[in-house]
């Protein structure tokens, strides 16, 4: 445990501080040794272990599936296909399912959606301490393992689902069926005038909503992530609270991770279905 | 937890990734998979071609096999019919060949009679004249009274 010498809340305040990396106040470029440090770096910084854990992720994802997918026979499909196989005809089904539309780009990001969320939020079930002790033995003070706890991880997601929603919105419906939708719903009058007064109130309902679903998506996801990574830490602490209560916080530890097996699916899957339905209501008219 | 250019980087990963799936990864597999079910469905097709090829085959075995049977019946009714004829035809020439034989039979049963008979009359014919002779007794000019010898002999 990284904690001996520090009080509960430096230890978590140590886990959820991310390793940050950008201009110091004095104008020197560099890593953040305190969270007081990366929070005056502002927005011009990065956070370099959520960058490397998901980008490790995503490139260990599209490197099996690309092996699969290169090894992909007609004939008998051994092992790993046919484990990507299966994902990938999950997803199409899923696809099939929610998307009426023809697009060839939804599955795909279906599919990258649900396996990489999937995969950093996996990073959750590492016991809390391990990767970051690890990184303390090469002079790293701060490691987040869990990419899908960074806002800005989930934000990135969600802003590039909605980038595509409102391109094929403009693309299939065009700017002007784009803009009718976010203005002459969902209340209508036949008389100009009634109308005219509308459009007003019904832009601010319509533009609150898709402004609402991008950041539907990222805190859904960032929020379930996070009060997990929050239990696990919180459990972390009672290791140091002597032999009874370290072995109850075993036990809850356990309990815990088992449960968020079920949560760590359901988020990518939740992700991914509301990605696809989204897509879905902007190649469609309502 | 500060919202910061990780988001740009994040971003642009996510691009990259969905990028990346849908050129390598979606296509090729999804690729396979449409191939592989094409596949499938021809040889299940071609299975029940051939299936019902085989209950053709088998008609026609049936037919081949009916017409053949019915084929040698008929040879058989023929053969039969063929070897009736001839016994028949045996019998006939039998009976025609008895027939024959016994009509030559006849005949030379009454040539050998008339023969016989012929025989008889001339023997008759010399006995009468030897009786004349010797009744008479004596010298008969037998040229001169060969007439009335002869016709002595005829009615006999």
């Known amino acids: 445990m990284a904690g001996d010498t520090l009080t509960s809340s430096e230890y978590i305040k140590h886990h959820l501080t991310n390793l940050t990396f950008g201009q110091h106040a004095d104008g020197t470029l560099g890593i953040a040794h305190t969270s007081a440090e990366a929070a005056e770096m502002g927005f011009w910084a990065i956070h370099l272990d959520t960058m490397f854990w998901s980008l490790l992720l995503g490139v260990l994802f599209l490197y099996f599936f690309k092996k699969a997918a290169d090894t992909a026979t007609t004939g008998v499909p051994g092992g790993l296909q046919n484990f990507c196989e299966w994902i990938v005809e999950f997803i199409d089904e899923s696809v099939r399912g929610s998307f009426t539309s023809k697009n060839v780009l939804v599955a795909p990001l279906a599919l990258t959606i649900f396996i990489w969320i999937f995969l950093m939020n996996l990073m959750d079930l590492v016991p809390v301490d391990v990767i970051p002790l690890i990184a303390g033995w090469f002079g790293i003070h701060f490691m987040k393992v869990v990419p899908s706890t960074d806002p800005n991880a989930t934000f990135g997601m969600a802003i590039g689902v909605f980038g595509l929603m409102l391109f094929y919105s403009i693309k299939v419906k065009c700017l002007s069926g784009f803009m009718g939708e976010l203005t002459f719903m969902p209340f209508t009058s036949k008389n100009p005038v009634v109308q005219a007064i509308f459009i007003p109130i019904n832009f601010l309902l319509e533009f609150v909503s898709l402004i609402a679903k991008p950041i539907s998506l990222a805190l859904r996801l960032f929020g379930n992530m996070y009060a997990g990574e929050m239990i696990f830490i919180l459990i972390a602490i009672m290791y140091n609270a002597g032999a009874v209560l370290g072995l109850f916080g075993g036990a809850l530890q356990l309990g815990w991770a088992i449960f968020h097996i079920l949560i760590i699916t359901l988020q990518a899957f939740i992700f991914m279905t509301l990605a696809i339905v989204y897509m879905d209501m902007a190649h469609n008219e309502h | ?156």
Not at chain 2, 41 to 63: F, P, W
Not at chain 2, 72 to 80: D, F, L, P, R, T
Not at chain 2, 119 to 136: D, F, H, N, P
């Open chain 2, 1 to 156: 937890m500060n919202i910061n250019l990780t988001l740009f980087g994040q971003l642009i990963s996510f691009g990259v990734f969905v990028w990346f799936t849908l050129k390598y990864v979606w296509t090729p597999i999804m690729g396979a998979l449409e191939e592989r079910r094409s596949g499938i469905a021809d040889s299940l097709s071609a299975a029940e071609k051939g299936k019902h090829d085989e209950e053709l085959a088998r008609q026609h075995a049936k037919e081949i096999l009916l017409e053949a049977k019915n084929q040698a019946s008929e040879i058989k009714a023929q053969g039969e019919k063929r070897a009736s004829e001839i016994v028949d035809e045996a019998k006939d020439e039998a009976r025609a060949e008895g027939e024959r034989l016994l009509t030559a039979a006849r005949a030379e049963v009454d040539q050998e009679v008339n023969r016989a008979r012929e025989q008889l009359r001339e023997q008759v014919a010399k006995l009468a004249i030897t009786g004349a002779e010797k009744i008479l007794q004596r010298e008969i000019d037998a040229a001169a009274h060969k007439d009335v010898v002869d016709s002595i002999a005829n009615q006999i």
